[in-house]
């Protein structure tokens, strides 16, 4: 098992709502990328953070937003939810750069009805 | 454009019937092509990074191999806990450190 941790598993919520996704950075690790995944999709990059800057961003609208804070642990915003948002979505950390392996987290899945 | 294609879509083994997934890719330089094994509804576990042609990686009953076109990877006598989608991911010098991702290879291995 990777040491990155998602929060929280399971997530329900209605259309135009706003969610906060969580993820807890593997030790060491100073790279987090979010990623949406829809059943049986591979994953969609949402975007990178890199000590704390967005360093890299998919095609995905402004209403998904991220952050990263000091410890590297990261959050994914997205707000005006609708029904194609659900997904589960994972986080990967690593060290950096395009050559570095990512760890992927247990993922969240979420549901918009 | 960036492009990652697995084949078979899915591929039912019988326990110990050895096999081989695919993956062929187009890139503009290659900057890493990674192997990740997913269970379904968690997330994907890493099982390989390989950086350059002829560079062959190998773990209990698996292998990944690669060339300028294409990955393979090798189940050597599969088990039944080997049953997974195997994904195939890379990244290149054009696409901003961002992973690009085949769909998938469902294998199933029957006791």
């Known amino acids: 098992e990777t040491g990155v941790t998602q929060s929280p598993t399971h997530l329900i919520k209605t259309r135009g709502q706003q969610v906060t996704l969580r993820c807890s950075s593997q030790?060491?690790?100073?790279?987090v990328s979010w990623y949406q995944q829809a059943l049986g999709q591979g994953p969609q990059f949402i975007f990178q953070y890199y000590r704390e800057e967005e360093n890299g961003r998919g095609n995905f609208p402004p209403r998904f937003s991220g952050l990263q804070f000091p410890n590297y642990s990261s959050e994914l915003n997205v707000n005006a939810l609708e029904l194609d948002d659900s997904a589960l979505y994972l986080c990967a950390t690593g060290t950096g750069g395009s050559q570095g392996t990512q760890y992927f987290g247990p993922g969240t899945r979420l549901t918009v009805l | 454009e960036d492009q990652v294609t697995q084949s078979p879509e899915a591929l039912r083994l019988q326990e110990g019937e050895s096999s081989s997934l695919n993956c062929s890719y187009t890139v503009s330089g290659l900057r890493g092509l990674f192997w990740y094994r997913q269970d379904p509804g968690k997330g994907p576990e890493f099982l390989f990074t390989?950086?350059?042609?002829?560079e062959e990686k190998e773990k209990e009953r698996l292998k990944a191999t690669l060339t300028k076109k294409e990955s393979f990877l090798h189940i050597t006598a599969p088990k039944p806990e080997d049953s997974a989608t195997y994904l195939c991911a890379l990244t290149g010098a054009g696409n901003n450190r961002k992973l690009i991702w085949g769909l998938g290879t469902s294998l199933a291995v029957n006791p």
């Open positions: 030790s060491g690790h100073n790279t």
């Open positions: 390989l950086y350059s042609a002829g």
